[in-house]
């Protein structure tokens, strides 16, 4: 693993239930890879009074500056009307002002964010039923509040090419059909036409290579997973990933994108009378793919969630929750780019696995696991070296869950979460080489 990506953004379900985990088991350390992450002390980035949903957002430039976003509400108000928040953050970790990105009174949920290479980003999310979205200058400047979708959209995901045109990916719900879309977002705020993708069902994922061409990957109506690519100038033909077959579905679809647009998409496969499982498989930006290959062990029980993050050269790192007698375990897996597997590590006791990697292939794990009285929950990480070494785990936050991280290209984290006990402030810290 030698350089990285932008792990594709990707929505699971709302509520993670961490009290499952029985006894904590003691953590396996690994030998410390060559990155060893020295941490900023913890920073509470909301606003005082503010409590803030879960599942805060990151993204980071390639110089390092960081756009974190949130939704939260205002606990002194007479009602707690959820708004989207961003706030910039400089390689140094020094804080911006915090910006409200969306009107007092609507219902806004759940910001994703993508970053191009000089910072300017576009922040999307779910508003009254539909999907709305303003870009964000690297400045902090804002952009108009744009709606997006024209009908109920669900699921928003959006990828930002280096010279700062986005895509966002949803799916639409009318009259009972699932259909996947997409529409540009260009970086002066304007729209281009909404693109219909085809039949969707499970949340799209999208992923742009360096060149500018984006690809949205996502399972149609559980039975296929199928992708296409999106340039400005038109869509490519609907490709199968994954095929149908007798009593097969498929879910939980994330992917990474190397420079040259060679992807590998990560997804779950689940037969009748079978354990789940979690299958990868590549695809070139020749519209060539490669062999199916199960990354999970056939005997582990996947809890709910998962996260692929992949380098620049096309290695990649699958990250997953199991359950076991003992609780819910936290593992991953190195992907090189010619398919071959890593050692199935065990990071640690927990869920809600995230994964990030920067240039080189050196990352990030964080996931989050109860606190030894099971007051709260704690967020834990393990860095990832370009050989694919995990490092040591160590204890981000005392009181955290629903962490998300973001690395720069030479290995700069960006880490963001809700703080699990009330009031549910939302907080981050920043890390990396020599910080």
């Known amino acids: 693993m030698r350089r990285a990506g932008v ?5 699971c379900v709302r509520q993670l239930t961490v009290g499952v985990v029985g006894t904590l088991a003691v953590l396996v350390a690994a030998p410390a890879p060559a990155l060893a992450a020295t941490w900023s002390p913890v920073q509470v980035v909301s606003e005082a009074g503010w409590s803030g949903q879960d599942q805060p957002f990151v993204a980071v430039d390639r110089q390092g500056d960081s756009l974190l976003a949130w939704a939260g509400c205002d606990n002194n108000a007479s009602g707690c009307y959820d708004q989207v928040k961003a706030q910039t953050a400089s390689v140094d970790g020094v804080l911006g002002p915090v910006q409200t990105l969306s009107p007092l009174g609507a219902s806004a949920s759940w910001p994703t964010v993508a970053s191009d290479d000089d910072g300017d980003s576009a922040v999307v999310w779910t508003q009254d039923g539909l999907v709305a979205g303003r870009r964000v200058s690297a400045t902090g400047e804002l952009g108009p509040l744009r709606m997006i ?26 009259d009972g059909a699932y259909t996947t879309k997409a529409r540009y977002f ?9 693109l219909t993708l085809g039949v969707g069902a499970d949340q799209p994922v ?3 290579d360096r060149a500018g061409t984006a690809l949205v990957a996502w399972t149609e109506s559980y039975e296929r997973v199928v992708a296409r690519r999106v340039r400005p100038e038109g869509v490519s033909a609907l490709r199968a990933i994954a095929g149908q077959g007798t009593d097969i579905r498929y879910a939980s679809v994330s992917m ?14 689940v037969k009748a009378g079978e354990p789940p499982r979690l299958r990868v498989r590549h695809y070139s930006h020749t519209d060539t793919l490669g062999s199916v290959i199960n990354v999970s062990p056939a005997g582990h029980e996947l809890s709910l969630f998962d996260e692929l993050a992949g380098d620049l050269d096309g290695d990649a790192v699958l990250t997953w929750g199991r359950w076991t007698f003992d609780g819910t375990q936290v593992l991953a897996r190195t992907i090189s780019s010619t398919g071959a597997l890593g050692t199935v590590t065990r990071l640690g006791a927990g869920d809600w696995p995230k994964v990030t990697l920067d240039d080189d292939g050196d990352g990030l794990v964080t996931w989050q696991a109860p606190s030894p009285d ?3 929950s704690r967020v834990h990480a393990r860095t990832i070296g370009s050989d694919g070494v995990f490092g040591a785990a160590e204890i981000l936050a005392p009181d955290g869950r629903y962490a998300q991280p973001a690395s720069s290209p030479t290995g700069r984290f960006s880490v963001i979460w809700q703080k699990g006990s009330y009031p549910s402030d939302i907080r981050a810290r ?4 020599a910080y």
């Open 7 to 11: 792990s594709a953004a990707r929505r």
């Open 430 to 433: 920043f890390g990396g080489q």
């Open 149 to 174: 979708t024209t009908w109920h959209g669900v699921s928003p995901a959006v990828a930002v090419d280096p010279s700062g045109l986005a895509l966002v990916a949803w799916t639409e719900i009318r």
């Open 256 to 269: 990474a994108m190397d420079r040259d647009g060679d992807a590998v998409i990560s997804y779950r496969w």
């Open 186 to 194: 260009g970086a002066d705020s304007s729209l281009g036409p909404e």
């Open 206 to 208: 999208v992923a742009v």
């Open 374 to 376: 099971f007051s709260t």
